[in-house]
């Protein structure tokens, strides 16, 4: 074995880290604070200290062809989207089968991580951990920080003026478990997320009032997406992505907007966004304007006040006598095992190369994985983030100058700001983001000559779904099977859904998809043509 490397949590991210790392010939050694994998899809009855937190009735928001491990697909009868438990299943399954248990210290915690005193020669680190009340001291080569950031709730009650004298419950989304104690209230949500709009909905059965106050609005999307296909398996797809790139701003924001507008209008039910032609990530719930339409959840605007009963809203309205308040605000990033410089390293903001490594320290031996969000799903995420730090740290990729990962951090920032607005999450354009990784370490799919080579598979990986699949289908550490995978996906997405069967399956037609996308752009051109 080879250089020896901490992986912090056993996550989704955790465990893509181990596999990547004995890919590569390094010692991995993962330290995961709880009894088992799985990180924020091990489900608790309550909220456990320094873990993350989900309620009973989760479920994914990507589909499973789209949020697989590249080199092992779901079994071809699990429904599309997962409840947590089912997802639990798998990640399990996926720990079990590629043997990575055996690398785990379980009901380990991390107390602390600091470079050694010789860190400019050797690029270690001390990694502090606790078992059973006692302490241990670990010197390692490398270390990957994979502990997720669902875990440090952020609860701005600094932000509404008298809710210190508010007389009712209030409570984070994080410690929400179930709506039976709701029964018969009256409950406002602060929240306009996925979180606070799955509570609601799920509240609205059960509860007297819902409503939900939101600062900015959102667009809501539908897990079905057009003719019924998974949203993901239709829409996040390279055309799509090459489309975005090359049609004028004004263009591709209005098809934007007009797509994100299909399902309903959001002005008619007080959601629509502030800034509509920003790509923040959308709410994705099927109910919620249904729910809405019925009168049991209502939306508002931010909150004001409280007063000891009631919350004031902006636009003047009150809410009275409510029950409990449930803040759906996010979380915080923190590491407290880390000093907060080594992460933080501009204007106290998270400022990572990549979104993963930290572009100051001395020694490029230490990885952040999983913390990037985008409208892909975060396990091939997470798989291609490590692979790239694991061959970082075996010396088999090298990074640009600490000069050269500051410009392009900058770079970036800038265009967050224009494409997803003010936000303190690391937003990026998935398909953008994974090629990019993949070209770093020889996996970003050479689609021209697929095209000269294996058509069929090329129209599959341009038009189809950016599957997780492509990422291992060629390079280092490519996968056998991914080909299959790719032209299969489809029939594994329709299996669960077949119960009954009365005709041949069928499946999206990409020309037909590709002369609709294309029939605006191609009118307005011909207009401009005719005016001159």
């Not at 709880?34 to 091990?42: A, E, H, N, P, R």
């Not at 008619?268 to 994705?284: H, W």
């Not at 029939?491 to 077949?498: A, E, G, I, N, Y």
Request: glycine residues 6%.
């Amino acid at each position: 074995m080879g250089k020896r490397v901490a992986v912090v949590g056993a996550g989704v991210s955790g465990l893509a880290a181990i596999r990547c790392c004995l890919e590569e010939g390094l010692e991995p050694t993962c330290f995961e604070r709880s009894d088992d994998v799985g990180g924020l899809w091990k489900f608790s009855d309550y909220a456990e200290e320094g873990r993350a937190s989900i309620y009973q009735s989760v479920f994914t928001n990507s589909s499973k062809e789209m949020m697989c491990f590249p080199d092992f697909p779901y079994p071809e009868d699990y429904p599309n989207y997962m409840h947590h438990s089912k997802l639990q299943e798998y990640i399990k399954s996926f720990a079990q089968k590629k043997n990575l248990l055996r690398y785990i210290q379980f009901e380990t915690l991390v107390s602390s991580i600091q470079k050694v005193p010789n860190f400019l020669v050797t690029g270690q680190w001390v990694v502090v951990t606790e078992k059973d009340g006692k302490q241990e001291s670990t010197i390692f080569d490398a270390v990957m920080v994979c502990s997720g950031h669902h875990v440090y709730p952020n609860l701005p009650t600094g932000s509404f003026p008298g809710l210190e004298q508010f007389r009712g419950y209030h409570l984070h989304s994080r410690d929400y478990k179930g709506p039976e104690a709701f029964k018969g209230k009256r409950v406002l949500v602060i929240g306009l997320g996925n979180s606070g709009s799955d509570i609601a909905v799920e509240l609205s059965r059960l509860a007297t009032q819902v409503i939900i106050s939101t600062r900015s609005g959102s667009w809501v999307m539908s897990r079905v997406w057009d003719e019924g296909y998974p949203w993901d398996m239709v829409y996040v797809t390279r055309f799509a992505s090459f489309l975005r790139s090359v049609l004028p701003s004004f263009i591709s924001d209005w098809l934007y907007t007009k797509k994100m507008n299909t399902w309903f209008k959001h002005e008619n039910y007080g959601l629509m966004p502030l800034n509509g032609t920003l790509r923040k990530e959308p709410v994705f719930n099927d109910e919620l304007p249904a729910r809405i339409l019925c009168g049991t959840v209502s939306i508002k605007p931010n909150v004001k006040e409280f007063t000891e009963t009631s919350a004031v809203f902006e636009d003047g309205t009150v809410f009275e006598a409510i029950d409990s308040v449930i803040f759906a605000t996010g979380y915080e990033y923190a590491y407290p095992f880390l000093d907060d410089s080594i992460i933080k390293s501009r204007n106290n903001e998270v400022t990572l190369f990549k979104g993963i490594f930290p572009p100051l320290i001395e020694k490029p031996t230490l990885a952040v994985i999983g913390l990037v969000q985008s409208l892909g799903a975060a396990i091939p995420t997470a798989d291609l983030q490590a692979r790239w730090a694991a061959k970082v740290f075996a010396n088999s990729c090298t990074l640009p100058t600490a000069n050269e990962m500051m410009a392009d951090i900058e770079e970036k920032m800038g265009k967050k700001l224009k494409w997803f607005g003010q936000s303190n999450t690391l937003q990026t354009d998935y398909i953008t983001y994974m090629d990019e990784l993949g070209s770093f370490i020889g996996a970003k799919p050479n689609i021209p000559w697929l095209f000269l080579t294996d058509p069929q598979l090329a129209l599959e990986v341009f038009f189809g779904p950016c599957s997780p699949y492509q990422f291992r289908l060629m390079g280092p550490g490519k996968w056998d099977g991914a080909r299959n995978a790719i032209l299969t996906q489809w029939s594994r997405t329709m299996k669960p859904t077949r119960m009954r069967t009365i005709c041949e399956a069928q499946r999206p037609h990409y020309v037909h998809s590709l002369l609709k996308m294309l029939a605006f752009p191609v009118l307005l051109l011909a207009a401009l043509l005719a005016l001159y």
